[in-house]
């Protein structure tokens, strides 16, 4: 069969020529774009930022900021500046030192990435949350990691158990008018007081500077901490993959409460001293389009569900704006459809770029480059430096076309460095031949391109978003209503996934629509919206194996009218 290929856009691309690049890859010669390569100093916040404030990109914007309520723009030493204050917040008033985790909880705005940055600058690990997360998530993601600080604003506060999380010494409140009283501090009331001078910390390449917490299927999520050296991996594949240049206006529709949102939605971008867009409120086809003609976006990094959302708003939407400013477009997070590659090149004239990698990776690991023909439906070849390859559960590699699992040689630069409180759960990972498992199926063909699967695991990805089944689950289970439940990912066709509940009641429960609405908003607001289930099926038992574990796979069978295959464990 002759696969469909979509060929090179002609242009002055960072990355030249793939397969050169990949024969003499050195990661070593990437480490002399830093300045610690030659001091020894490390702090990513200052590659990313101070570096170019003392430098020539000194009156550059760093980032233009736009939400519903505001409109801001930020030079690179105006964010020096702002993380510096934001860093002596931090410091003075709420002790933050060296190895502490400070999470962030908050909507977008340019305070969040200065404090993220500040707090950096003082060698503290960050945890982002999403601002949709209620209580229950915030309460496991503080609790296992120990947080020392959390920063939020008022109206997200009541999410925040304070009096069980013991090791929370000091709330950062982001709001007008916060009334201090030793465990409360007033952020913006003393960021405008604090010092723009900072003596940042210099710490070790393999120290902690980032916590992300993310789901796998069973347990709850997990802590996976990223080191400062991830920076090498990060610049460079902005740098090659992002295709960054001096005169680009970048845009990351991530929102940092999720690695691409931190990644590429800061590191990537400024470590390559690019001029950054962030934009904060509710996705509309309308704003999106309109943002790219405002600022005249050049290189847009967003995601299959949002494309599939503005394939779905119609073209002649698309003919009403200005969008001449774009020259690169990509992909992250789920399967991007062959169908919405055509799209975009009949509506934007140009290629969506796939690419693929996860939160434990820290930085891009297969992709389609810009200087590379495209095969719609394939995530592209392995970034230069890295191994990749498909193995069996053995970890022997397997030959082209067949499928197996998506395995990355360990020892990339960003690699995840621990799982937070969990060694196992990090050597789980990793097979004794030196493959990290990625959890994913695919297959490679005979060019070298990774075609994805699915998930060997039972992970949803719903709207780009990594949602664990257990989670929702033992959230359910809490329900007064709930003896059992079982979730899975049910095929959508905008969203990727949609979470689908089965659930059993207890005696003395009748199974109504009202029910399923309290249980739908029973999740919502316990756990966050993006977790709580769009269906919900009542079943009069579920099916368990004998030692009484939920059996998703039979579930997801049902649903799609598969067979349900080898039910031996199954309880009678
Ligand atoms: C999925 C997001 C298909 C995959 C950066 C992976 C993809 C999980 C792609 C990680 C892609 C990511 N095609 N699936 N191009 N990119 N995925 O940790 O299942 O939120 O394991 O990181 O998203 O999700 P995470």
Excluded at 54 to 82: H, I, Q
Excluded at 105 to 128: C, D, H, N, Q, W
Excluded at 306 to 316: K, Q, V
Excluded at 389 to 412: S, T
Aim: glycine residues 8%; charged residues 25%.
């Amino acid at each position: 069969m002759k696969m469909e290929t979509l060929s090179v856009i002609k242009g002055d691309y960072n990355l030249k020529d793939y397969n050169q690049a990949y024969e003499n890859f050195d990661w070593t010669e990437v480490e002399k774009n830093f300045s610690w390569s030659e001091t020894g100093k490390v702090n990513i916040a200052y590659e990313a930022i101070d570096r170019h404030a003392e430098g020539v990109r000194k009156n550059k914007v760093a980032l233009y900021y736009r939400d519903p309520s505001r409109e801001e723009k930020y030079t690179f030493k105006e964010m020096k500046e702002y993380s510096n204050r934001a860093a002596n917040v931090l410091k003075q008033a709420a002790d933050v030192e060296k190895g502490d985790r400070v999470f962030v909880f908050m909507p977008r705005s340019p305070e969040l990435y200065f404090t993220i940055l500040g707090a950096m600058k003082l060698g503290a690990v960050v945890g982002p949350l999403f601002e949709a997360f209620m209580e229950g998530a915030v309460r496991d993601r503080l609790d296992d990691s120990e947080a020392k600080v959390i920063v939020t604003t008022p109206a997200l506060l009541e999410r925040v158990p304070v009096n069980e999380l013991p090791a929370l010494k000091h709330i950062v409140l982001v709001g007008e008018e916060v009334k201090e009283d030793g465990k409360i501090i007033d952020f913006l009331g003393r960021l405008e007081t604090a010092s723009k001078e900072l003596e940042i910390e210099w710490v070790g390449r393999e120290d902690g500077m980032l916590l992300h917490y993310t789901s796998g299927s069973t347990g709850k999520p997990k802590g996976v901490l990223h080191v400062h050296n991830a920076m090498i991996q990060q610049y460079q594949t902005a740098n090659w993959i992002l295709d960054l240049k001096e005169d680009d206006i970048y845009w990351c529709t991530a929102d940092p409460g999720w690695v691409t949102g931190t990644v590429y939605g800061m590191f990537g971008p400024w470590l390559n001293g690019a001029s950054n867009v962030i934009v904060g409120g509710r996705f509309k086809p309308e704003t999106w389009y309109q943002t790219i003609e405002d600022y005249g976006i050049t290189v847009w990094y967003s995601a299959p569900t949002a494309f599939r959302m503005l394939m779905g708003a119609g073209d002649e939407l698309v003919k009403q704006f200005d969008l001449s400013s774009l020259r690169h477009v990509l992909s992250v997070g789920e399967p991007l459809n062959p169908e919405v590659v055509r799209w975009g090149v009949k509506v934007f004239n140009l290629r969506i770029h796939d690419n693929w990698w996860m939160t434990e990776t820290g930085a891009q690991i297969i992709s389609n480059y810009p200087s590379m023909e495209i095969k719609p439906g394939s995530m592209g070849k392995p970034f230069p430096g890295i191994k990749a390859a498909i193995v069996d559960d053995q970890g022997n590699e397997l030959p082209p076309n067949r499928m197996g699992n998506l395995a990355i040689y360990k020892g990339w630069p960003s690699m995840m460095n621990i799982i937070w409180n969990n060694p196992e759960k990090y050597e789980s990972y990793f097979m004794p031949n030196g493959w990290y498992v990625s959890g994913d199926s695919a297959y490679m063909d005979e060019d070298g391109y990774f075609w994805f699967q699915g998930r060997v695991d039972d992970v949803i990805m719903t709207s780009g978003e990594r949602v664990g089944p257990f989670e929702v689950e033992s959230k359910l289970v809490e329900h007064p209503a709930i003896a059992e439940a079982g979730v899975i990912g049910k095929p959508d066709p905008v969203r990727g996934e949609i979470i689908k509940a089965f659930v059993a009641l207890r005696e003395g429960y009748e199974v109504s629509d009202e029910l399923k609405e309290e249980i739908r908003d029973f999740v919502k607001k316990g756990l966050a919206a993006h977790a709580a289930p769009r269906e919900i099926e009542f079943k009069d038992k579920l099916p368990k194996t004998r030692s009484g574990k939920i059996m998703r796979r039979v579930l997801k069978a049902w649903e799609l009218d598969l067979p349900t295959g080898d039910l031996s464990t199954m309880e009678d």
